[in-house]
């Protein structure tokens, strides 16, 4: 699985979009880049993952470099309820392979 | 939203005392895991089980611990003589496997505390 990284936190206003970088420079070509986030200590929750397209669900949008070498997670409007631990991590799709965890960005949403 | 149900929640156990996690993944679906977080730490993975026999399974999965899933629904996680350093979240986790499913699901965790 791809290596990634993400710093270790950061900060956004209420109401305002996050922008939650992540560089996978070494992901491969039939890598997917999946986001999870973890809010306090409850079990890790999907967000969503691409290839090399741009995509959007009802929750983010996931931007993705021409080279593939980053991305960017977006929260279009972050409320409090965003605060967590967000993973950004490599994987194969339609593979059953483990996620492996880094150690995320700490988003905190301020009021 | 169908979702994965781990029970107890919180389970305190004596140093060397035999514990069992148990977990409810989403009905039809056919990889299911057991990750581990201590406390201020990385999700770790433990284990992952498919066609009733482990797949893949981490250096932290010892002879200490095993996993079955005796009766089609429940998937448990036995720990035989529970250490200190067991204390942690346990997280189950399935994944369904479909194109259009491809995403793992996690329960909310038990918190195991040894004393």
């Known amino acids: 699985d791809a290596k990634t990284t993400q710093p270790p936190s950061m900060d956004c206003a209420e109401g305002r979009a996050a922008n939650l970088p992540c560089n996978h420079s070494?992901?491969?070509?039939?890598?997917?880049v999946y986001w999870y986030r973890q809010i306090h200590s409850q079990g890790p929750q999907y967000i969503i993952h691409g290839l090399k397209n741009n995509e959007t669900n009802e929750m983010a949008s996931l931007i993705i470099t021409e080279d593939r070498k980053s991305s960017t997670l977006i929260l279009p409007h972050a409320t409090l309820r965003d605060t967590a631990v967000y993973y950004c991590?490599?994987?194969?799709?339609?593979?059953?392979?483990?996620?492996?965890f880094g150690k995320g960005t700490k988003l905190t949403v301020n009021p | 939203e169908p979702e994965v149900t781990q029970t107890p929640s919180h389970q305190v156990t004596q140093m060397g005392q035999e514990v069992i996690l148990r977990c409810v993944p989403i009905s039809n679906h056919l990889y299911f895991y057991w990750y581990r977080q201590i406390l201020g730490q990385k999700v770790e993975f433990l284990v992952s089980f498919y066609n009733n026999e482990i797949s893949e399974k981490s250096e932290i999965f010892d002879d200490q611990f095993s996993v079955e899933r005796p009766d089609g629904s429940n998937f448990t996680l036995k720990i035989r003589s529970t250490k200190l350093e067991d204390s942690a979240m346990y997280f189950c986790?399935?994944?369904?496997?479909?194109?259009?499913?491809?995403?793992?699901?996690f329960g909310q965790g038990t918190r195991l505390t040894v004393v």
């Open positions: 991590i490599g994987k194969s799709q339609g593979g059953s392979e483990k996620l492996v």
């Open positions: 986790a399935s994944l369904g496997m479909t194109h259009m499913n491809t995403e793992a699901f």
């Open positions: 070494t992901i491969s070509g039939n890598e997917y």
